[in-house]
């Protein structure tokens, strides 16, 4: 270990002394994300979107124990083995966390960034095993089309049209585990975690709630120019930049407005909401969004991608709006979240 | 900093190697908590519960940021010397945080504990400090009864009935700033954190959301007894145990629990929720609740104690009862959860 002042990089980042590694990643979506482009990464896609239950929240609970079952199988652990776990979901008091992960008797934190989740539980869990404090745990989030129509939008049964601005969000709990070593029991670890970068809550003060995407866009392109600035990057040291579920308005807001700032992402930038759909096949208008949608997508695609080294390097930064029912009905505006996290090659420096 | 190993203690604790500091608190709290047997311990009691707004919500956000400007003031700290606030509360996707703390400007990680809030933020956030991603952090947590009533039972216009195993929300926010060094320019901090003991769900069957105290208290005795296990300690090491907001009944459940395991704190326990209200005098029955219960009897009252002298070492250990009212009108049980943080006067090792 170094000492404490090196781990802390510019303004808001911190840089690991000793990268923690992604050691294996489990994800498990719905029916809808099982007919979609990505459908083949991941590692299972439901036909019964209620997952065997009675409500779409225990539905959204049981595709978390589901896909923590698989995560321990897959990493040959046991519940002992895990110190802690970092979670959340879009459900109030996190009922969906609460209810899916009780089961595993294992010390939580839990979280609520929107659908930034996936990054804080990554970052803080990064940060915990490369403190020292856990050799291993287990970072993850969820999201559930159906209990999030329900929590933040209308009930289904409703049949609501929606706008072109809005997005779907993605059923699917993707979760990693964070090892402290490159290689447990022979096993190459998927990927290293270099640093992180913390984000601000950031208001531009738009009202709509069905156009997310311009809520988080000045959020995520807060985040992006500080790890650049902080890490001394350009942009094309990155494979990818990759947003959570800003959709297609909101990623041609965050070309434009790292643009005015002199910082060019548009080659190199890849929206985790656009990817996850096809949007004019499956009608689901600006891309995914939800925690899940991230997620899964780098529980997936992404892993898959830093892997097998096509990509070397890629700053993942999961986006969220930050709002509940009440705030928006009372008028409040819908400011935004991101946290980014800087995922590489095992074999990269 | 030490190793990475020597961190972990037992099986859910971390023992700091070198140890961060509180160096300052501050909390604000309502007017009942004004008529109160801790008044003088907090820094604010307000007469206006609407802290100058139109909604409760808003009124809560205010809360916040009044009290981080306070706690700023008297750390003599400016925005810019924060490196994160750790922060939450019990509103649904944490809206009294987000527009409370936006202003601020600084990195945010957003956590959701029910009322076991302000520990998991002292932990995460002594965890941060200690593990040198930072030197100065802000850790708080808040609730206020009228927010609270709306989310959790019913609007206060109904007027209705509480059982006697009801407890109280506490309007109230508790900061402190944790630092990595025992003084800031000159000035001594408060107290130091030995170590932390996170908690896991623990869920008995209890299905009674007005009877919380039953409800946690499992949840308390285990991070109690891990706790004394993890660090080898015995009950009266500790000049009090402190649990969040059991209220009477919940603590006679603690104390019961853990006497079937051999382990006797009846003679130093004490429970926020009991102290913050003269339940006789104030009609509040079982006690004082909400994450700005054990956040502003901490801020106050705890933390002046341990500054002065008068305890030496404490285990903080707020307690929350994990459920929405999706979650109770769907027939979901009401599982508990609790952060315990050992806190120490600066001159014991």
């Known amino acids: ?21 992604i050691m294996e990643s489990a994800c498990i979506c719905g029916s809808k994300e ?24 225990k539905a959204e609970s049981a595709l978390q124990e589901k896909t923590v079952n698989l995560l321990m199988a897959k990493s040959s652990l ?3 083995d895990i110190r802690y776990i970092f979670a959340g979901d879009l459900m109030g008091q996190l009922i969906a966390s609460t209810f899916g992960l009780m089961n595993f008797e294992i010390p939580l ?22 403190g020292g404090y856990a050799d291993k745990i287990i970072a993850l989030a969820s999201s559930h089309f159906a209990s999030a129509e329900k929590t933040f939008r209308f009930p289904l049964e409703y049949g609501n049209q929606r706008p072109y601005s809005a997005t779907w969000t993605v059923t699917g709990c993707g979760a990693v585990t964070i090892v402290d070593r490159k290689k447990v029991d022979g096993t190459m670890a998927k990927a290293a975690i270099k640093g992180v970068t913390t984000g601000k809550i950031i208001d531009y003060g738009v009202r709509d709630s069905m156009n997310m995407g311009a809520c988080m866009a000045p959020a995520a392109a807060d985040v992006i120019e500080n790890n650049l600035k902080d890490f ?21 807001i965050l070309i434009s407005l790292l643009k005015e ?22 009608d689901t208008h600006a891309g995914g969004s939800g925690c899940g949608c991230s997620a899964s997508v780098l529980c997936g695609y992404i892993l898959n991608n830093i892997k097998t080294g096509v ?8 986006t969220g709006a930050l709002l509940s029912t ?16 800087i995922i590489q090659n095992v074999e990269v420096e």
């Not at 700032?261 to 499956?282: A, P």
């Not at 009440?326 to 996290?341: C, D, K, L, M, Y």
């Open 326 to 341: 009440v705030s928006f009905n009372e008028g409040q505006t819908v400011p935004g979240i991101a946290h980014g996290v």
């Open 78 to 80: 046991a519940k002992k």
């Open 109 to 130: 934190f839990g979280l609520y960034g929107a659908c930034s989740t996936m990054g804080e539980a990554i970052s803080l869990g990064a940060m915990t095993v490369a």
């Open 261 to 282: 700032k002199g910082i060019d992402i548009s080659e190199n930038h890849m929206d985790c909401g656009i990817e996850i759909f096809d949007s004019e096949k499956q």
């Open 311 to 318: 990509w070397k390097k890629v700053l993942f930064v999961p």
């Open 232 to 252: 001394n990057y350009r942009p094309d040291e990155y494979d990818k930049i990759i947003t959570g579920d800003l959709g297609y308005i909101g990623q041609t």
């Open 34 to 57: 099982g007919e979609g482009p990505l459908k083949d990464t991941f590692d299972t896609c439901v036909s019964d979107d209620m997952f065997g239950c009675d409500t779409w929240e």
């Open 1 to 21: 270990m170094s000492g404490r002042i090196n781990q802390m990089k510019g303004m808001q980042s911190v840089e690991f002394a000793e990268m923690p590694y």
